[in-house]
């Protein structure tokens, strides 16, 4: 090897990149030269100042809890929607309700940062959810409609608490995303053939109507709203808005809530 | 005994604590990188969140066994690339093969060397300060600065930046050659504007 190949290599040799036949050729040739031996040295030198000389930044204190906190929040619609546990659209009393055809809504709202301006729900209803009558019930669409299984995955990772839901009696349907004011919704609708309310589950947010009256059911508080032919319950729940909507009455609506608690 | 299933939670905890242990790990090392990458420690921040959250969605991709932190770095070269410097993705305009290259050594040798009878390079390299390490770093061009922090400072392969910036293996050596000889450049010319060295002959 001659000093013009061993300049050549230098880079790879101090990147750890030399194939083993070339890095023996250019060994040997080091232990010959000494001109060459003193660029790579340099060249070495040169490069540990980068790991020597930089002063060991670490992460602040803050930056690994936060991160952990919203780890936290992305499993939080797994642990905390009590469906799969309470099971209370399954119980065998419910088929027997007299209600027909049915289409179960999960609405996993994640609001983006900017997601401070909210719209009242009736107009989410009318630019975003279309709905109309088949042989499932009530099917639900949006003006943004992807596929559940890829976009909740790659966008909130939701397949497996999906799966789970499936699990737990429901027959999953499949599922749509929407776009609505800045927030991702993630929809599964489930076939139950028991009760025909959707039920949208917000981590944050704002959703009021400005028609909106305060009822109050077996000590619980509630709001309720009709709008055009839905009628509206929203009331908190362990700090997530919870918000039904359905053609039924007021009071399975409000039977309905109050089930879940 | 009674066996319990699984239940979603319990999952999730053991994959967060599988994350933290494996990921979470290199926390400091992305961060850093980050860092060099943004010049700006709240950007740096907002990426380092943005890195972990999407590598935590995606955690069960990740092989185990593999280099972690090459993983982790790629993803967030990957969210740096696409949605913090967008707009200045076009190259600097310097070329790979201009036909000078600045060698920081030949300086050294050349107009130290001739009148300094102990090691040059020693004295060069023991008055360079830690800072002007780091801005010579930050200084560079944005496409030989992702090159130089994930090979000079995060030690990845030739491969796995590549893989990490999606170009070729060819970009990488060139960018990393030329990426180098601007840092010698910038730190001679840091040099020169304290006194240290200076281009002139010796009196």
Redesign the interface.
Known sequence: MNCSEAQRLL??YL???LEQLDLSRVESHLKVCSSCLR?FE??R???S???D????????PE??S???D???Q??QP??SFPL?RKRPFFRPALVLAPIGLVVVFLAIVLFTSDANRKEPLDILLQNHIRAESSTEGLIYSSSDPQSVSSHLERE??FQ??LA?YARSGAILKGGEVLQICNCKVGLAYFSTHEVGISLFICRQGELTCPQMETVSYRNREYHFATIREFNLLVWEEEGLKFIAVSRHRREALLDFADRRA | MIKRKDS??A???NR?RR??KEA?LH??A???SA?RMTKEPTEA?DL??ET??KA???FDRFESGTNCKAWLLKIMTNIYITEYHRKSREPSGLTYDEGEVFS??EQ?EGKEGKRAATDP?KRF?DR?M?VE??KA?EDLPQEFREVVVL???EDL??QEIAEALGIQLGTV?SR??RG?KL??KNLWEYAKAKGIVSDSPER
Do not use: W
């Open positions: 880079y790879d990147n750890g990149e660029t340099f060249e030198r040169f490069q100042l980068f790991v000389r930089i002063p060991e930044e670490t992460a602040p930056l690994r936060a991160i952990l919203r780890i936290d992305l499993e797994r642990t799969s909130l990772g497996t608490s789970a | 979603p939670s999952q999730g905890d967060k994350f933290e979470l926390l400091d992305v961060y850093r860092l921040e380092v969140q972990f959250l935590y969605r995606f920081l050594y050294i390079e390299f360079v830690d390490v780091k770093i090979s000079l400072l392969s030739y050596k990393l050659f180098r840092l010698q």
